[in-house]
């Protein structure tokens, strides 16, 4: 709870700064612009206080896969989220940081995050612009300060020329500035090009097998409460028994400080979900068969655990199979190999 605090003070005195400085007029970008694909609803994200452009996303990009975050340069952003995995750390149960430390919960995979809400398994960030302030400040990924970070790109000797191009009306390098070109490259990693999406679009030549109907429509009945939407999450927080003893990681309650919230974690988006173990907040399940198996018969029962789950999720070995069929047609090939998306 200290350092979210002290990340969302920081946070709101950078931007305040920012806000001050008179706003210089942008160009639409033709090259590159953010769209909403035809299935989604509207984003969240207020693009009119920080509109992509070409500049400010390459240079969010390129910050993106830079060490110069981290406390002694060794970490980046990119090697807790990688491309190849929807920006996830795959086959990493925590994320690892600064000094072959490991935090305590797994590493979400970046994608659509236009449409967040909040941020982080207990929701403790609730703008996309703070999220980068939490793994900088963190002990055990960065570890440290935005202050000496803006110090150290504006000593750079490429930097002030690149957040010149993306931010001409600032004469610095400012945090805000960092914050936001992080953001605006972010915000660019959409996931809508799956096989699903294709389907639900009536794309022409693009159908899902007998299977792969039958997962869905078993999705639908027994899984989208909570994965609900084209999002394919409800964006709440709930205990879905996984842990009975909450103890070392006491969830939404972190930042809620409400009893009630106790060993409750974000549901998380299920889009490219075959790409992304293990899976859960502590990373427990290696495999999506082992996360049904669970849902089925291994729910640990505790005060919080959602009512949902009270009894459960009936669910056959067939249906497991269906289920799991239609899951890997949330994997979006395009999204993943997107070379806008990589290391230049």
């Known amino acids: 709870m200290r350092n979210l605090c002290k990340n969302l003070l920081v946070a709101s005195l950078l931007l305040s700064l920012a806000s001050c400085q008179k706003d210089a007029p942008q160009t639409p970008d033709a090259e590159l612009k953010f769209s909403v694909p035809k299935n989604f609803p509207a984003p969240v994200y207020d693009f009119t206080k920080n509109e992509v452009t070409t500049a400010g996303f390459q240079l969010g990009r390129r910050l993106f896969y830079d060490a110069i975050f981290s406390r002694d340069s060794t970490i980046a952003c990119a090697d807790c989220h990688i491309s190849f995995s929807a920006f996830s750390h795959v086959?990493?149960?925590?994320?690892?940081?600064?000094?072959?430390?490991?935090?305590?919960?797994?590493a979400p995979a970046i994608q659509n995050m236009a449409w967040r809400t909040t941020f982080f398994w207990d929701g403790g960030v609730p703008h996309l612009d703070l999220v980068p302030l939490n793994a900088i400040q963190n002990p055990v990924e960065m570890?440290?300060?935005?202050?000496?970070?803006?110090?150290?790109?504006?000593?750079?000797?490429?930097?002030?020329?690149?957040?010149?191009?993306?931010?001409?009306?600032?004469?610095?390098?400012?945090?805000?500035?960092?914050?936001?070109?992080?953001?605006?490259?972010?915000?660019?990693?959409?996931?809508a090009d799956s096989r699903y999406d294709r389907f639900v679009r009536n794309e022409p030549g693009n159908s899902l097998s007998t299977d792969e109907i039958a997962g869905l429509n078993l999705f639908r009945e027994k899984c989208s409460t909570c994965h609900a939407g084209e999002l394919f999450t409800d964006q709440t927080f709930r205990n879905n028994g996984i842990l009975n003893d909450f103890s070392l990681d006491k969830g939404r309650n972190?930042?809620?400080?409400?009893?009630?919230?106790?060993?409750?974690?974000?549901v998380p988006s299920?889009?490219?979900?075959?790409?992304?173990?293990?899976?859960?907040?502590?990373?427990?399940?290696?495999?999506?068969?082992?996360?049904?198996?669970?849902?089925?018969?291994?729910?640990?029962n505790s005060p919080t655990l959602d009512p949902l789950l009270q009894n459960g999720i009936a669910l056959s070995d067939t249906e497991k199979k269906q289920i799991i069929a239609f899951l890997k047609t949330l994997t979006d090939e395009n999204f993943i190999r997107d070379v806008r998306f990589q290391k230049h």
């Open 143 to 191: 570890d440290e300060l935005p202050a000496n970070v803006v110090r150290k790109l504006n000593r750079h000797p490429e930097y002030p020329q690149l957040f010149k191009l993306a931010f001409p009306e600032r004469d610095s390098i400012t945090g805000a500035s960092m914050l936001q070109a992080l953001s605006q490259f972010m915000n660019m990693l959409v996931s």
């Open 270 to 300: 299920l889009r490219n979900v075959e790409k992304t173990p293990p899976y859960m907040h502590n990373g427990k399940f290696p495999t999506l068969q082992s996360v049904l198996d669970h849902y089925a018969s291994g729910i640990k």
């Open 91 to 106: 086959d990493h149960p925590t994320s690892h940081g600064i000094d072959g430390l490991f935090g305590k919960r797994n």
């Open 254 to 266: 972190e930042v809620s400080a409400l009893a009630e919230d106790i060993g409750k974690f974000a």
